[in-house]
Every structure is written in structure tokens, then in C-alpha cells.
């Protein structure tokens, strides 16, 4: 099985195709209703009536990015958790935590593209403002020093999107890294990521050479098995589908999103 180049996919993704069944050309104003226009009204300040402008205008002169919405599915965690958003994108996570009355100082987002925290920068309106840590990360990267000082000090991760990008073998050595990093006892894997209701290797989209690997509840399950049944450690894996709607991804007949939560025992 091949293994994702990550350099490739990063030169790749500037000059990628727009025929891909999640791209938008603009947001549907469905998709900026509840938490998201809570977030850019009241964190923000953005006028209501100038919300959709707004976003549209980061949105067609970076035509190469999405927005995502925070998730309904975070918990509420102390204000003291240490956090980190892994493939955190324009950082609209750590954003909602923030304006939930997590501590700023606590969070932390990573990601393969530094320019999409300034898109968030741009989005969010709070350049000067944010106190949480973003940097740039290369998973495999076994030397990256930002990544290194959050070993066995984080709390929560939360991989939305993140995983699905990967085959099997990649995946398996993922969670091996994320596993070897929560080293507290009771830490959290959280995430959701693109999958079928049968899970098989795929094509990925950016470059045909690569493939990843789309699950279902109980493929994720033997996968996240191997990659922790060499560390002496225990976890509980809660794992579900939900069917994807239409309006997320053309041609969603048979996919689904695989939602995970891992707790440390």
C-alpha cells in the first residue's frame, strides 16, 4: 500500500481541480446559520447582515478552501484542558472553544498550510486578538519542536477530516504517534471523517498515485486495535456512522461520516 507523500499533496492542493464532490463554489447561506453565525456575529462582531458577504469574499479569493462549521459534537471540557486541533484548517474550532470560555493560552492547531491561519485571521477578525497557538506540522515529522512539547501534555486531540486523507498502513502509524502523545489518563481522540458503509481502499482525489483508506464503525475500530496493541496501553473506542447529506457531497449515495470518540483508561 502506498504512503502518502505529504510534500506532494501540499504542492498538489494549490493548483487541484474544482471538480471534487466537496467543493462549493459559494456557501450556501444554509451553512452559515447556528453555531457558525453565533461565531462570526458575536466573537467576530460582524454586522448580521453582512455576515454572507463576508464569507463569500474569503471564499472566492481562496477558492482552493471550505468552511466548516464548529462541531455540535465537542464536549465541554474544564477550562484548563489542553487541546489541540490537528488539521485545524482556518481554526474556527479553536475559535468556538474560545468564545465557549476555554482558556485561549490552552488551545493549540496545527497544520500542513500556514496559509489558511491567516485566512482565519481574515475570517475571525482577531489577528491581533487570539491568543491560542498555531503552528505549522507535518505528522510524520518526528522532529518538529511545537509538536514535541505537547507530548503527554495535551488533553483532548480532535481530528476532523484528518485521517480519511490516509491508507490503512499511514492511519495505523497516525494513531500510533496520537496515542504515544496523550499520555494522561483519561485523555481524548476525538474526530469525524469522510467513510463508506463498506469500508475499502480509495483513490485520493489530489494525486491518483496516493490512496486512502475510507472506514465504517468497524473498520475504524480494528485499525485504531493495531495501532495500539504493541504500546501496553488501554483505550475506549466509541464509534458511529451518520449518513451524509446530499447538500455536503455530491454523489453521497453509500458514504457516510465515521464520528469517533477514544478515551485513554
Same mark, same amino acid.
Given at each position: 500500500?502506498?504512503?502518502m507523500n505529504n ?8 493548483? *487541484?481541480?474544482? #471538480?471534487?464532490?466537496w467543493?462549493? %463554489?459559494t456557501?450556501?447561506?444554509?451553512k452559515?446559520?447556528?453555531?457558525i453565525?453565533?461565531l462570526l ?5 460582524i454586522?448580521?447582515?453582512?455576515v454572507?458577504p ?5 471564499g472566492?479569493? #481562496? ?13 465541554s471540557?474544564?477550562r484548563?484542558?489542553?487541546?489541540l486541533?490537528? /488539521?485545524?484548517?482556518?481554526?474556527q ?7 465557549? /470560555?476555554?482558556?485561549?493560552? #490552552?488551545l493549540?492547531?496545527c497544520?500542513l ?7 482565519g485571521?481574515d475570517?475571525?477578525k482577531?489577528?491581533?486578538?487570539? +491568543?491560542?497557538?498555531?503552528? +505549522? ?6 522532529? #518538529?519542536?511545537?509538536?514535541? *512539547?505537547?507530548?503527554g501534555?495535551?488533553d ?6 484528518f485521517?480519511?486523507m490516509?491508507g490503512?498502513?499511514d ?6 504517534i ?5 499520555k494522561?489518563e483519561?485523555?481524548v ?6 467513510? /463508506?458503509k463498506?469500508? +475499502?481502499? %480509495?483513490?485520493?482525489?489530489?494525486n491518483?498515485?496516493?490512496k486512502m ?6 473498520? $475504524?475500530?480494528?485499525m ?9 496501553t488501554?483505550? +475506549?473506542?466509541e464509534?458511529?456512522e451518520?449518513q451524509?447529506r446530499?447538500?455536503? !457531497?455530491? /454523489?453521497?449515495e453509500?458514504? %457516510? !461520516?465515521?464520528q469517533f470518540?477514544? $478515551?485513554?483508561?
Open positions: 500500500m502506498a504512503n510534500s506532494d499533496i501540499e504542492a498538489k492542493i494549490g493548483e *487541484r481541480s474544482t #471538480n471534487l464532490p467543493y462549493q %463554489v456557501i450556501p447561506s444554509t452559515l446559520d447556528g453555531a453565525r453565533e456575529e458575536d466573537y467576530a462582531g454586522p448580521p447582515s453582512e454572507e463576508h464569507v463569500q469574499n474569503i472566492i479569493s #481562496n477558492s482552493s478552501t471550505s468552511l466548516s462549521h464548529p462541531s455540535h459534537t465537542i464536549l471540557f474544564s484548563g484542558t489542553k487541546f486541533d490537528l /488539521g485545524c484548517c482556518f481554526g474550532i479553536i475559535r468556538r472553544l474560545v468564545y465557549d /470560555g476555554a482558556l485561549p493560552e #490552552n493549540y492547531g497544520d498550510r500556514t496559509e489558511f491561519f491567516e485566512l485571521y475570517l475571525f482577531d489577528k491581533d486578538n487570539l +491568543k491560542s497557538t498555531l503552528f +505549522k506540522a507535518d505528522i510524520f515529522d518526528e522532529d #518538529n519542536a511545537d509538536m514535541k *512539547r505537547l507530548e501534555d495535551v483532548v486531540i480532535y481530528a476532523r477530516s485521517l480519511h490516509y490503512w498502513d492511519q495505523v502509524k497516525i494513531c500510533k496520537l496515542a504515544s502523545t496523550m494522561k483519561g485523555s481522540l476525538m474526530g469525524r471523517q469522510g467513510g /463508506g463498506v469500508a +475499502k481502499e %480509495v483513490t485520493f482525489p489530489l491518483e498515485e496516493n483508506f475510507v472506514h465504517n464503525a468497524e473498520s $475504524f475500530r480494528k485504531w486495535e493495531e495501532a495500539i496493541e504493541t504500546t501496553g488501554r483505550w +475506549k473506542v464509534c458511529e451518520v451524509l446530499s447538500d455536503d !457531497w455530491k /454523489g453521497a453509500g458514504m %457516510v !461520516w465515521v470518540i477514544i $478515551f485513554r483508561e
